[in-house]
């Protein structure tokens, strides 16, 4: 009788080497584990692997860049000159200058904050000694930028370089060492703080601390984890449909069968799930949601100003983000069921 189960090795070994040779070069403990697993999941289906699994349509995980577009603001030389005695006029410098003018966005929030906070007392300066036209271009520049905040927020965070790397795979070496999960957490929750205290009219900001925790988010290891996540997707999808064809073909226990040897190699199988696949890929979907849960903070704060193909990516996020949560209960249904036909 184990002649059948050892005929049946061989498509599922294909389909398990399949499976390592497309997540790259070099399989990790998680590619191993999910080929082990239908390697196990064969050997007790006649139907393994007799069918290819239908195509699936793979949700992109990069939100690409949407920055807002910001009317350009900003003194002339001439107004620079005749700001004496206004700290103000070292930020403006610096502006003006190449790399200001260069200046990436996380760098831009951080000018346009320092300029928030000492416009007012540069305004109170020039009218003092009689400039009120100046003074007035100056409250109507700080009018401007106060107005376009969020935007400026917008474009240094959800749509710069640390968040939307969250949800992509690193395409080559690190520019920051891996951050642990909490830490990217705590580093998420750290900017939406800032972001409130900014928007409420606090401008007051730590150039290197905002800086440091941008670093943390784009060291996050989310996109690998969201990788490995849609290859043991992609494996339980082979899975489930082994599964169904079984459940609609003759039970899987019947006379022609061992019903010994088959229980035991679906009891090895389902052990295989759990303790390698189920485990793994629910710690990794708790660190996913607990990023998407401190990063929809920060966004519906933002909401206001986010561009429409955002929006619609955000939606688009959560909805995937929910069918893998849900992959894992599926899969442990339908052998639960197959189960029972052999019981």
């Known amino acids: ?41 064969s050997l007790a289906l006649p139907t393994a692997g007799h069918t290819m699994p239908h ?30 005695g206004c700290a103000l006029k070292q930020t403006l410098i610096r502006e003006s200058s190449l790399l200001g003018q260069h200046a990436t966005a996380a760098q831009r929030i951080l000018l346009v904050l320092e300029f928030l906070h000492l416009a007012p007392a540069c305004s109170s300066i020039l009218r003092q000694h009689g400039n009120h036209l100046l003074a ?5 520049l700080w009018h401007h930028r106060r107005r376009h905040l969020p935007a400026y927020l917008f474009n240094a965070t959800l749509a710069g370089d640390a968040y939307p790397a969250l949800w992509t795979r690193f395409p080559g070496p690190r520019l920051y060492p891996p951050t642990k999960a909490a830490v990217t957490i705590a580093a ?19 150039n290197r601390h905002f800086e440091l925790l941008l670093g943390e988010v784009a060291a996050d290891t989310a996109g690998e984890r969201l990788l490995k996540l849609r ?10 449909q082994w599964l169904r064809q079984q459940l609609q073909t003759d039970p899987l226990c019947n006379a022609r069968r061992n019903r010994r040897e088959t229980r035991r190699l679906l009891t090895s199988a389902r052990r295989a799930f759990r303790s390698k696949i189920e485990t793994r890929f629910n710690e990794s979907l708790t660190h996913l949601g607990e990023l998407e849960l401190a990063v929809s903070t920060l966004e519906k704060r933002l909401y206001g100003v986010s561009p429409l193909p955002y929006r619609r990516w ?29 019981a």
Request: net charge positive.
């Open 231 to 240: 290859r043991q997707e992609r494996s339980l999808a082979i899975a489930n």
């Open 188 to 206: 998420l929750h750290g900017i939406t703080a800032l972001a409130s205290r900014w928007l409420s009219g606090d401008y007051r900001a730590n």
């Open 55 to 84: 195509a699936r349509r793979q949700f992109l995980f990069s939100n690409g860049v949407y920055p807002v577009t910001i009317p350009i603001d900003g003194f002339t030389t001439v107004d620079l000159l005749t700001l004496q």
């Open 314 to 342: 955000t939606i688009a996020r959560k909805q995937h983000l929910d069918t893998l949560r849900q992959a894992p209960a599926l899969h442990q249904m339908l052998l639960d069921r197959v189960k029972q036909s052999c």
């Open 1 to 41: 009788m184990r002649h059948g189960f050892l005929r049946r090795l061989q498509p599922g070994l294909l389909f398990a080497t399949m499976l390592l040779a497309m997540s790259g070069c070099q399989p990790d403990a998680q590619d191993t584990a999910r080929a082990v697993y239908l390697r196990k999941l």
């Open 136 to 140: 007035s271009r100056l409250e109507r």
